[in-house]
């Protein structure tokens, strides 16, 4: 039997602790959005106010022609200024982000029973989790939101521990991304003096995970939040979006466009996938490059999908701006670190903008 939601102990148990997830709760007929999940008025999303991004989407095979040169400035000013664009014709089949997106709502599909195996607690591999918002023990709102995280050594692994219900197509995905993958951060270096190599590339992109994210029908989406605002702290995310939207991206106060501190809405482009920058790309870049402070919407008349890949350095990595950049610059703007202690900081804390790159910033004089 279901808990009565009004209770917020009780409500945590069986959304949180017990593996339900907001799926559990809407499937159990909630009418209305409990306490527990109604954000403070200042993060609520209203539809009406955003604009939407009219930037058409970067064609990825001319990087291939004699327009490569003006492909590479389109990624580089998206990078500068956003931190978030959309590509076509970027060498992932088309027919495998359907799948894909089925594959996602056949593994939500599944009884509670079957999908909490996986909770961080019990999960048979560390290679995957399954939970519902970010860090809920430390927000003082949830996110409606349930994901999969799947986190990728080799394809043995991967084969045997993902779930079998998105495993081929989860895989598959990752696999047919990586040469886009590398296009992009060749194009994004070289344009800071700096030639991409293998090393290179183990060292800012040598952790890779595929995560599914499911965004429940929700009665009152004025109220909630799917994914509060924030910046991806790895190198690179690639994401696909299905058709109905609710991705936000904020405008940077540095920027010429429109309101600064607006919102714009990224809407869904068949076939297409969203690159947003990350945190240790602006660090990377010191600062030249901009990690997109993002959110997403719930929407009240049908179950969303999304599924990206993070890729990040090796949790052992030392990071810092690059020293052909620092000198050009004339200024280091972010300390070095390892990886692992930002990530901890990153999920040792709720969603809150771009505050999980104060943990890298050098606070100038």
């Not at 808990?3 to 009418?31: E, Q, T, W, Y």
């Not at 999908?115 to 591999?125: D, H, L, M, W």
């Not at 070289?190 to 595929?210: H, P, Q, R, T, Y």
Request: proline share 7%; charged share 25%; with cysteine.
């Amino acid at each position: 039997m279901a808990p009565s939601f009004d209770d917020s102990s009780s409500l945590f148990n069986f959304v949180v602790r017990d593996g339900n997830g907001v799926k559990g709760m809407v499937d159990a007929g909630i009418s209305k959005v409990p306490q527990t999940y109604i954000q403070p008025s200042a993060e609520q999303i209203n539809k009406e106010n955003a604009s939407k991004h009219e930037l058409p989407p970067i064609d990825l095979s001319r990087l291939d022609g004699p327009d490569h040169d003006e492909v590479v400035k389109e990624i580089v000013t998206a990078a500068e200024t956003l931190g978030f664009f959309q590509v076509v014709n970027h060498g992932v089949p088309v027919d495998l982000l359907e799948s894909l997106k089925e594959a996602a709502h056949k593994f939500f599909g599944l009884p509670p029973e079957r999908k909490a195996v996986y909770r961080k607690e019990v999960s048979p591999t560390p290679l995957v989790r399954y939970g519902t918002s970010f860090v809920p023990e430390k927000e003082k709102a949830l996110e409606w939101k349930d994901y999969i995280s799947m986190a990728y050594t080799n394809d043995a692994e991967a084969i045997q521990y993902w779930p079998v219900e998105c495993r081929d197509a989860a895989l598959q995905y990752l696999n047919a991304s990586h040469e886009m993958v590398r296009k992009l951060l060749d194009a994004l270096m070289g344009n800071l003096g700096v030639e991409l190599d293998d090393s290179m590339i183990d060292a800012f992109m040598g952790k890779k995970m595929v995560n599914m994210n499911f965004y429940p029908t929700c009665p009152n989406p004025e109220l909630t939040v799917g994914v509060g605002r924030h910046s991806d702290m790895g190198t690179l995310t690639i994401l696909l979006q299905d058709g109905i939207g609710g991705l936000y991206v904020k405008i940077p106060e540095s920027m010429d466009i429109g309101k600064k501190g607006a919102w714009v809405e990224i809407p869904p482009t068949p076939g297409a996938l969203v690159i947003n920058i990350g945190d240790m790309l602006q660090i990377l870049s010191n600062g030249r490059y901009k990690s997109a402070e993002h959110r997403v919407r719930t929407t009240s008349t049908k179950s969303r999908v999304s599924i990206p890949i993070f890729t990040s350095p090796k949790s052992t990595e030392k990071i810092a701006p690059l020293p052909q950049v620092v000198k050009e610059d004339g200024v280091t703007r972010y300390k070095a670190f390892v990886f692992a202690d930002y990530m901890n900081s990153f999920f040792g804390n709720a969603h809150d903008g771009k505050k999980s790159l104060d943990f890298a910033q050098i606070n100038s004089a």
